[in-house]
């Protein structure tokens, strides 16, 4: 399968995207697709690479993380997304339920639930979101600082969810497609 933007061939790519796909590859163990398609543009790569590293260093948990970045791959409908997430929200302690839940912005916890939905409305609404729902997603919980970090995790995952989108990725992960919930499928 052709991609419309080019997944480069780790064997062959030199210079700042060699650099960074050795780094991903000491860190992962492999190199997925997505990161294959980004090394087209070092600059892309390497800000993707470091959205990562800064919503990983913010206040929220890996698993949470997890949750943001699978309701907004559904919100964003972008299988390649959907499906990573999925693979690694497992690693991160999410259940094939709590997956299913996550995308649809439900979750058991309902400080979860909040920081997902917002996260949801956020991306729905490309960032115009009501004074209401900014006061909804403060009484579960969440400070300024939050809100602004659950912003963060919605701009770090719409970039990759329409990366693959824009280069159709071939998804290299267990697939998972947006809309289909029924974990028993």
Do not use: W
């Not at 492999?30 to 690479?49: C, D, E, M, W």
């Amino acid at each position: 399968m052709s991609t419309r933007i080019e997944t480069l061939n780790p064997e062959t790519t030199t210079g700042k995207s060699k650099e960074l796909f050795d780094a991903v590859q000491n860190k992962l163990g492999f190199i997925p697709n997505l990161i294959k398609v980004f090394g087209n543009s070092p600059a892309t790569l390497q800000s993707y690479l470091s959205l990562g590293e800064l919503t990983a260093s913010g206040n929220f948990s890996n698993k949470f993380r997890e949750q943001l970045a699978l309701a907004i791959a559904e919100e964003n409908e972008c299988n390649y997304c959907l499906s990573a997430h999925t693979a690694i929200g497992k690693m991160n302690g999410l259940t094939e339920e709590e997956t299913a839940q996550n995308r649809q912005g439900i979750a058991a916890d309902a400080k979860v639930q909040a920081g997902l939905n917002f996260a949801q409305s956020v991306t729905k609404n490309r960032g115009k979101v009501s004074s209401e729902e900014i006061a909804a997603v403060k009484a579960a919980g969440y400070n300024d600082g939050d809100v602004l970090e659950i912003v963060l995790n919605v701009v770090s995952n719409t970039l990759t969810n329409y990366v693959n989108h824009i280069a159709e990725t071939e998804i290299d992960f267990p697939k998972v497609e947006s809309g289909k919930f029924n974990v028993n499928a």
